[in-house]
């Protein structure tokens, strides 16, 4: 399954391109590869109405995002733990989520 | 406000003790004190319909807490912002969250 290869360094960088631009590459505390956006809600509970939303994708995807709520600041972070990267499951959950977030 | 003085450490200790024994007292990135929990839910979407009634208990008491998703696991970590450490309002938001936890 091409989704759980994990992308190099150059992929990731074209597959960002993709994405809207508030999507970063990072490292985690493990030095992984790692995608996250920080999105900023008006209300702290439209913040987590979308935490909802994601949520549902999330399962009905079943790929599951790192999720951190410091009031109205919602970070999603995605990658494939079975990979120990970033996959293109894991650009494709960034795409499917992207729309569920009411600026 | 008496809720909105920080604690001292042994205050802080004291009051651990009417919690439940699952929050912890520990610094965060900025040496501040704050008390935390996880949660460890049996299913994704029971974890974040708990995260839906904390995050009304907190907009009810207008006292947000940080919330961390990781899958199963949810990390609920409250503090006083305004008063650079922990609080009795974060004590008694700390004991208003913990019956909305389904075991």
Known sequence: ???????TESE???KLK???PEWKAEKN???LDIIERVYRAKKFMEGIDFVQK?????????HH???FINYKR???RYWTHSSS????ADVQMAQKIDPLFDK
């Open 65 to 67: 995002p790192d999720i």
């Open 85 to 88: 990267g970033v996959t293109l």
């Open 29 to 31: 505390e493990k030095g």
């Open 74 to 76: 919602i970070t999603v």
């Open 12 to 14: 990731l960088q074209d």
């Open 54 to 62: 994601v949520a549902e994708a999330a399962e009905a995807n079943n």
């Open 18 to 20: 993709e994405l809207a």
């Open 1 to 7: 399954m091409v989704e759980k290869t994990s992308l």
